[in-house]
């Protein structure tokens, strides 16, 4: 896409369905959350040692219905309170080395990467999804009712995350921040939204989970959204459930949490992603009613984008956001 196509976009705010009950919903779930008894550890990391300048340690907590989740945390050494970023990887992998995270630890910033249950890294699925997890874990549940998909689950275990960030007394939680891209930026949009207390500002590129129904009318539901496909294929095959599923999807599409952020927002869309279309991006982005900007990267797709990376210097380290 263009800049000028995207800027044509700029009164798009999506095609998948806002349920009715959407806020009721998520306080619900959150209020389920909230009354999981925290239970977590923190320990020396097994696959890195620590060093001089900062500790490399284990996070483990329990979960809904009891899963055993992980992250990585690492925690510079201060005599005083520090910055945290919250990170949250792309689908369906996993929170990166240690050593690569340590950027943030060189600024002075906690970072707290956690991965999502049953993908690529430690977390453990607690399952019990009623329906097909053949393809992919946006369809995980969907034959059940809302509350039961795994990422309505993998947001509630979030909500956990965020209990214990507030008993860390090394964390200045002032000063909370998220950041993710992909999967990760629709984690993170979800986490701004039903968190808004917490987090102070958030880093978004190219969030996955966004505008299903666009994704589909554009035949884009391949490669990350390829459960859309699958299960339209083989449990709705002449479509008369449609109207049902992007209905429920709704309660976990990015667009649809957007609108509750508060925190400013920096966000970042590469012009040639096929993997989440720049139209979903743009239902998003006019969704967000906080402080943002957006910056658009001409010949980048769905991959590293290094200037934004470096925009998070300024973003996340002033007391104020630079937008």
Not at 250 to 260: C, P
Request: aromatic letters at 14%; one cysteine or more; glycine letters at 10%.
């Amino acid at each position: 896409m263009t800049a000028s196509e995207i800027e044509a976009l700029g009164g798009y705010y999506g095609a998948t369905p806002k349920p009715a009950d959407f806020e009721a919903f998520w306080q619900a779930r959150m209020a389920e959350a909230d009354a999981v008894p925290l239970d977590y550890t923190v320990t020396q990391a097994k696959e890195a040692p620590s060093w001089d300048g900062c500790d490399f340690l284990d996070l483990w907590f329990t979960g809904m219905a009891g899963a055993r989740i992980y992250a990585k945390y690492l925690r510079p050494h201060s005599d005083k309170p520090v910055p945290l970023v919250l990170q949250f990887h792309g689908y369906p992998g996993a929170s990166r080395s240690f050593a690569e995270q340590a950027s943030f630890a060189g600024m002075g910033m906690a970072l707290i990467a956690m991965d999502c249950p049953g993908q690529a890294g430690y977390s453990v699925d607690a399952g019990g999804f009623l329906g097909t997890t053949v393809s992919g874990h946006i369809v995980a549940g969907l034959d059940g009712p809302a509350e039961g998909m795994y990422y309505v689950r993998l947001h509630q275990n979030i909500r956990i995350l965020c209990r214990i960030v507030r008993q860390l007394q090394e964390i200045d939680l002032r000063r909370v921040f998220v950041n993710g891209g992909s999967q990760g930026g629709g984690l993170g949009l979800a986490c701004c939204a039903l968190n808004p207390g917490l987090i102070n500002r958030a880093a978004i590129l190219y969030p996955f989970l966004s505008d299903f129904k666009l994704v589909w009318d554009l035949g884009a539901d391949e490669i990350a959204y390829e459960g859309i496909r699958y299960y339209a294929r083989w449990f709705d095959a002449d479509e008369h459930q449609q109207d049902r599923w992007f209905r429920q999807l709704g309660y976990i599409d990015s667009k649809n949490f957007a609108t509750l952020v508060q925190c400013p927002v920096l966000f970042g869309t590469g012009l040639e992603d096929v993997i989440c279309p720049p139209q979903t991006q743009c239902a998003v982005y006019n969704n967000l009613h906080c402080k943002k900007k957006r910056y658009l990267f001409p010949g980048y797709g769905h991959e590293e984008i290094a200037e934004f990376d470096d925009m998070l210097l300024d973003f996340f380290c002033k007391e104020e956001a630079v937008l």
